[in-house]
């Protein structure tokens, strides 16, 4: 073979902006964009996509190394960054989010990706930009490279990006204002990874996920202290793709031959510790000692007879060996004494959220309200969050009960049913923290496949508009059994994307996604509002008008949240405006004094 590598008719590499994502079809004309100029905050980073055309089957890769295809004189593509900070590169795989429809979501490394012919591959490059860098501008290369087998590789294009860095730097740690409740669910994990449930290898991994919910902002520690609360989110009923979706009790609970609970805390503790490493546990959710899921058809109804919740506790009776469950008022709340101990003797009483899901919900017993008054007397001292609409929340059933952490759903909350109820909500909750949420619903705002990434995006400039403090969502790594294959998930209504923004991979890591850092970006976009409105003279002016870039609809009630047709009635899906609203701000604050 000779060592002459030749470059073939309609090959193409060009630049694309941070908010792209490859959908099926598409081609060369994906690839004219040579050059870019793009703007970073210091202790930021700097984001952007390249797509590559090739017309015969290849394979792409992005480390520096040898690398051969296993198909006989197939073309080897190989993509770097050369400059002067250094960039991860990404190659973005497509997922199917209707039914012959793909997009690009998953965020790849240290993997070769097969190409076909004239089929377009996306690449996502993330620069770091450091707290310190000075300010000024930054150059870098991309380049493409290309060999066959044993030749030598060939350069066959370079891509130039220059990175202006502002002299503003973004809060960092704790400092960051944006409150973001992304639930952590770690049996889906010890599951994926194929490693026993908070096993000192499922620890390892948890702190790969850590690592990531960090760099995200994600402020709240998931706890569970009851077995299968959400009933698996009901994944026996689903039949095309069987998903193991239980949780599990963080706590060992065990009955000795005498008859005497024990109960062991070690996980709770061990993994609140990891998060507090990584700035993940400012607050503490516990979770799933109310509003309990039930279905009574297929078992899950409740166990204890006397107690007004179907809490599930499963326990290993050491007289048999038989795992069983606790089936008495007594038995529960011995248990919920020894986790208020607990939670005082560890010092973390003070941070801990008691969590009330969806209590409001017709399928949930009635009888939560009964058990909600007894865990409260069990664990005085807990703080109270409630996710129900503004009438059930000044309804004569919660008239009269403390709000700390507020996380309507949005629809419900700006349903104009519930309008002449904000004012008496806002007085409730004066002094708590707010934060919206969604889930499989409404359709928009939202961060399913099916969304523009600047939808996505707009969750951090949206929570600013509408003056709350955060965002909480149900998912972080909420799989279904293959979800690099596919996230679909009939039951009970997913979406695609609804269940994650990271994915599992082989060897023990987290993978990113292009919604994870279209999240992260917006959460950015947030944080300079609140430096604006901090320190600059007339800063609520400034944050008003750089809404108004991208915000079309000010009142969210006039929004109807199912029309996915309508959402440039109500939002801006031009990249243009989200730079101009982001250049706003920094020129706004770079004429600002410093705090």
């Known amino acids: 073979m000779s060592n002459t590598f030749y470059v073939p008719e309609g090959a193409a590499f060009g630049l694309q902006g941070e908010s792209f994502r490859l959908a099926s079809g598409g081609g060369a004309e994906l690839c004219s964009q040579k050059r870019f100029n793009i703007s970073a905050c210091r202790g930021s980073f700097a984001a952007f996509s390249a797509v590559i055309l090739w017309p015969d089957y290849a394979r792409l890769h992005t480390q520096a190394r040898a690398a051969v295809s296993p198909v006989h004189e197939e073309t080897v593509l190989r993509v770097d960054v ?6 991860t590169v990404y190659t973005a795989d497509m997922m199917e989010f209707q039914a012959d429809a793909k997009v690009a979501d998953p965020l790849l490394t240290g993997q070769m990706m097969p190409m076909r012919p004239y089929s377009p591959v996306q690449l996502f490059f993330d620069v770091p930009v450091p707290v310190d860098q000075p300010k000024g501008d930054i150059s870098l290369q991309v380049r493409l490279f290309a060999h066959i087998g044993c030749m030598d590789e060939v350069l066959v294009e370079t891509l130039h990006v220059t990175i202006r860095v502002s002299a503003v730097a973004l809060p960092q740690g704790a400092d960051r204002q944006f409150f973001l409740n992304l639930w952590q669910h770690p049996a889906n994990i010890a599951r994926q990874h194929e490693v026993d449930l908070f096993s000192d290898a499922h620890f390892v991994i948890l702190e790969e996920y850590a690592r990531w919910m960090s760099r995200l902002g994600i402020k709240a520690c998931t706890v569970m202290l009851s077995d299968f609360p959400w009933a698996g989110q009901r994944c ?282 279209a999240l992260l970006r917006g959460m950015e976009d947030f944080e300079l509002m609140r430096m604006v409105r901090r320190r600059c003279k007339d800063g609520e002016g400034i944050v008003r008008r750089a809404l108004a870039l991208v915000i079309r609809e000010n009142d969210l009630s006039h929004w109807d949240m199912t029309r996915l047709n309508l959402r440039e009635q109500y939002y801006s899906l031009d990249d243009a405006d989200y730079d101009a609203m982001r250049r706003m701000l920094i020129d706004a604050l770079e004429g600002c004094p410093d705090d």
């Open 236 to 517: 026996y009923r689903e039949t095309r793709n069987v998903s193991d979706l239980f949780e599990y009790n963080y706590v060992k609970i065990r009955k000795d031959p005498q008859g005497e609970f024990h109960f062991d805390f070690s996980n709770v503790l061990r993994y609140v510790r990891l998060m507090e490493r990584y700035g993940c546990a400012e607050q503490i959710m516990l979770t799933v000692l109310m509003g309990i899921w039930m279905d009574v058809e297929k078992g899950f109804g409740r166990l204890a007879p006397d107690w007004q919740e179907p809490i599930r506790l499963a326990y290993v009776d050491e007289a048999d060996g038989c795992v069983r469950y606790m089936r008495t008022a007594a038995d529960i709340e011995e248990y919920l004494r020894a986790v208020h101990h607990f939670l005082v003797e560890s010092d973390l009483l003070n941070r801990c959220v008691l969590m009330s899901d969806e209590v409001d919900r017709g399928e949930i017993d009635t009888g939560w309200q009964t058990a909600r008054e007894r865990v409260l007397q069990l664990l005085p001292g807990l703080r109270l969050e409630w996710d129900v609409p503004p009438p059930v929340l000044l309804s004569d059933s919660f008239r009269d009960t403390p709000v700390d952490v507020y996380t309507p759903g949005l629809p419900e909350y700006f349903d104009k049913d519930s309008l002449r109820y904000h004012a008496d909500v806002a007085r409730k909750i004066e002094g708590a923290l707010v934060l919206w949420s969604v889930c499989c619903w409404p359709p928009i705002p939202n961060s399913f496949l099916m969304s523009p990434l600047l939808e996505v995006r707009l969750h951090g400039p949206l929570t600013e508009h509408i003056g709350m403090d955060g965002f909480l969502r149900w998912n972080f790594t909420v799989w279904p059994s293959r979800p690099r294959e596919s996230l679909s998930f009939a039951l009970p209504g997913w979406p695609q994307g609804d269940t994650c923004f990271v994915y599992p991979g082989r060897g023990g890591q987290c993978f990113p996604s292009l919604r994870y850092f």
């Open 82 to 87: 050369k400059g002067e900070l250094p960039a």
